[in-house]
């Protein structure tokens, strides 16, 4: 598909998704839709992959694509996580007209018990959602063999088998199991599916969150195939494309594109073989044998000897073309920046004070020394210790704070803090700033805090909210139940007594719309890149209509100060990797969550250098500005002018061509122009970025963002003025 040269197909689609209930917007039609509609319905292929970030409307891209389907009458099925059954469902009502949906979630077998006994079709549009823990879940399994002579045996042919190791007997492929029936009797609907409905049953599977089916051998991943087994066509949703491996892809790869896998030499079971090929991977050899192999007197000698082999965070380049492209479309939120109000990111960065300074100081010293140690010697247990306790610390240094190694069998303390009796922490005087001036706004706040178990904030934080007279709701995983958590969320604010929501970032980041809330604050960051870009959009998503700030808080030079620096640079990083990509998609694909652990430690043990917070933030948002302005694509927005100048010297001919990177708009007294989901504001022949200037125009609209040469000018027939990025194509004496 290509959105300059779309053709009578292209046309006929887009006339049809204005039948939907819902509007869909321009950039979801050309990046999403019609690119994967016209790849299974005109091209014919089977599988797709389509990544979009948080909030740009993935759902109803899928349930769009559904409605694309030629035929009248089509049965379609859509795996979910749980607790997003419902919000399925009421989305598939609210977007397809005359649909009927059937919830598949439930115990019950009796909807697919009547299709085994009786072959039904499809009545207008259907559309079954299930939940991907009711796909897998199947009955306990208890051993079945009998003993000869007190060796297990087969009972069916009597071979001797080793009943810890075998699925089925070798001799007679008899199963040495059967279902339990003293425990919870149930069939895995997945494979029920598989076993008893025909093939290409369902039209279309829609899996969302497909990232989270990537395991091997897991009973998620093994539903994933049994559903496309009976499928015709599989679309996967993901806002997520990978973790950091390259293995991520491996079986999903091979579930939904099997022949290509097999063309490609692949073999399925060899994640190692497709690691080697697409990504990183370490090879550890034995000192003595390295050095035997480097002695060897030979010319173009190969490194021999035992060797351990481990797949490591990273990607080749490859993978994109070879394996992505062609077979996923990729939606950001730039593309559908018109429905999306201003997005704010701000660093509050808090000085600890006192006791508290020395005491982390003291307990730093002490637990840097001791994992420099550990580590030296090979033992990798004092990394998690060490960060989870200086991350924890200064937020809650109320308590002390104890730090164990086991050494011989005997638990040896190798760090100590004290408790402190302090009224209120500068983080929290901070966070009451915050909200003091977001209520004065009337704006609702979401708090995430990631300390909630062991070391709970949340009672401490509860009670200086009420002290100032803000009343929080609290969320907590064990009280609500995933797929009543919207539910429950939507009903506690309904009543009108919260000012805020506090909870554990984990509890929210997929699945919720937290709308109500357009103000987000991360009282802590953790060290997970996936988990804060997930949780930080949860706010802005179609349907906002509030500009969105998110505060991430930190102590300053503490290990919250630098996970948060890494964070930013790490995401810096991954925009040279995610091209048009979508950002939160490939910024898990660049690194890992293990890679970030090992790079805070060996900061904190002086082998690495961490940048200062609010420059490695800058630097990342200025990265992410140059980028979109770089890559935004132009469609047919390009107008090419031409000049003649005429003097004594002769005749000269300069060729300019703009490429429109956004329309001007004026909300009030402001005016501003969006670039991707950059706002520039136009005030006085200066150009700002938030609150900085970083360009200048003049009376006929010539100007500079950033070095780069712009126009703001009237196109000709339009009512708008567009800011254009400008090329010098040519000269002609």
Not at 34 to 42: D, E
Not at 652 to 665: D, M, N, P
Request: glycine letters at 8%; proline letters at 4%; charged letters at 25%.
């Amino acid at each position: 598909y290509s959105g300059k040269t779309e053709d009578e197909w292209d046309r006929q689609a887009r006339e049809q998704l204005h039948d939907l209930l819902r509007t869909a917007f321009p950039g979801q039609i050309t990046k999403g839709i019609l690119p994967v509609a016209k790849a299974f319905y005109h091209a014919d292929n089977k599988a797709a992959f389509l990544v979009g970030e948080m909030g740009a409307g993935k759902s109803f891209m899928g349930l769009a694509v559904l409605y694309l389907m030629p035929q009248k009458n089509k049965r379609v099925l859509i795996q979910c996580p749980g607790h997003l059954v419902q919000k399925w469902i009421r989305e598939a009502k609210m977007t397809i007209p005359d649909c009927t949906c059937v919830n598949l979630n439930g115990k019950s077998l009796d909807v697919l018990l009547a299709n085994k006994l009786a072959r039904t079709t499809p009545k207008g549009t259907e559309i079954w959602v299930m939940g991907k823990e009711r796909a897998k879940l199947h009955y306990q399994r208890v051993r079945q063999w009998m003993k000869i002579q007190g060796q297990p045996c087969c009972p069916a042919c009597g071979a001797p088998v080793d009943p810890d190791s075998l699925e089925v007997c070798i001799k007679c492929r008899a199963r040495m199991w059967a279902a339990d029936k003293d425990r919870v009797r149930r069939y895995a609907k997945a494979e029920f599916i598989k076993r008893y409905l025909p093939n290409n049953f369902f039209d279309l599977l829609i899996l969302d969150e497909v990232h989270e089916l990537k395991g091997g051998g897991t009973a998620q991943g093994q539903s994933m195939s049994c559903l496309i087994a009976r499928s015709k066509k599989i679309l996967a949703l993901t806002g997520t494309l990978m973790g950091g491996y390259s293995k991520d892809l491996y079986y999903l790869l091979w579930r939904m594109f099997p022949r290509w896998m097999k063309a490609a030499g692949l073999e399925y079971g060899r994640a190692l073989q497709f690691a080697e090929r697409y990504g990183v991977i370490e090879r550890t050899y034995d000192s003595k044998d390295l050095s035997a192999s480097l002695n060897a007197a030979s010319i173009g000698r190969k490194i021999g000897g035992r060797h351990r082999i481990k797949e490591m965070p990273g990607i080749s380049p490859l993978l994109l073309p070879d394996l992505l492209l062609e077979r996923s479309a990729f939606v950001r939120l730039e593309d559908i920046n018109e429905a999306l109000p201003a997005y704010d990111e701000m660093i509050v960065s808090v000085d600890m004070e006192g006791e508290q300074r020395e005491n982390y100081c003291a307990l730093e010293a002490q637990l840097t020394e001791e994992t420099r140690k550990a580590m030296a010697l090979g033992d990798m247990r004092m990394l998690g210790k060490m960060l989870q306790t200086l991350l924890a610390y200064p937020d809650g240094c109320r308590a002390a704070e104890r730090v164990t190694l086991e050494v011989a069998g005997i638990e040896k303390t190798v760090g100590f803090a004290p408790s402190l009796k302090v009224a209120t922490l500068p983080k929290e005087k901070r966070l009451l700033e915050i909200m003091r001036a977001e209520q004065r706004q009337g704006r609702k706040v979401a708090i995430f805090v990631e300390h909630t178990g062991t070391r709970d904030l949340l009672p401490i934080l509860e009670a200086k909210l009420k002290e100032e007279g803000f009343l929080p709701l609290i969320l907590r995983g064990q009280a609500v139940a995933p797929e009543h958590r919207e539910a429950w969320l939507e009903e506690h604010m309904s009543s009108g007594n919260y000012a805020c929501l506090m909870c554990n970032p984990n509890l929210v980041k997929t699945g919720l719309d937290l709308l109500e809330f357009p103000t987000i604050i991360f009282f802590q960051c953790g060290y997970s890149v996936y988990t804060l870009r997930q949780a930080s959009r949860r706010s802005w998503r179609i349907g906002q209509e509030h500009p969105v700030r998110v505060f991430f808080m930190a102590y300053g030079e503490s290990m919250q100060d630098k996970a948060l620096s890494l964070i930013a640079q790490k995401m810096e990083t991954s925009l040279a990797v995610e091209g048009v990509l979508s950002e939160q998609g490939l910024a898990a694909l660049s690194e890992s969550e293990n890679s970030i652990v090992m790079e805070l430690a060996k900061a904190l043990i002086g082998k690495n250098t961490v940048a200062d917070v609010n420059e490695a933030w800058t630097k990342y948002k200025q990265q992410s500005l140059l980028a979109n302005l770089n890559l935004d694509d132009p469609e047919d927005m390009t107008v090419t002018t031409t000049t003649t100048i005429t003097s004594s010297a002769g005749t000269a001919t300069i060729s300019y061509q703009y490429l429109v990177r956004g329309k001007v708009k004026q909300v009030g007294s402001q005016v501003m122009v969006y670039v991707g989901r950059n706002r520039f504001d136009l005030n006085a022949g200066k150009v700002l970025w938030s609150g900085r200037v970083v360009g200048f125009y003049d009376k006929k609209g010539f100007g500079e963002i950033n070095g780069k040469p712009i126009r703001i000018y009237k196109p000709s027939g339009k009512p708008w003025f567009v800011l254009a990025e400008v090329h010098e194509v040519e000269i002609h004496q």
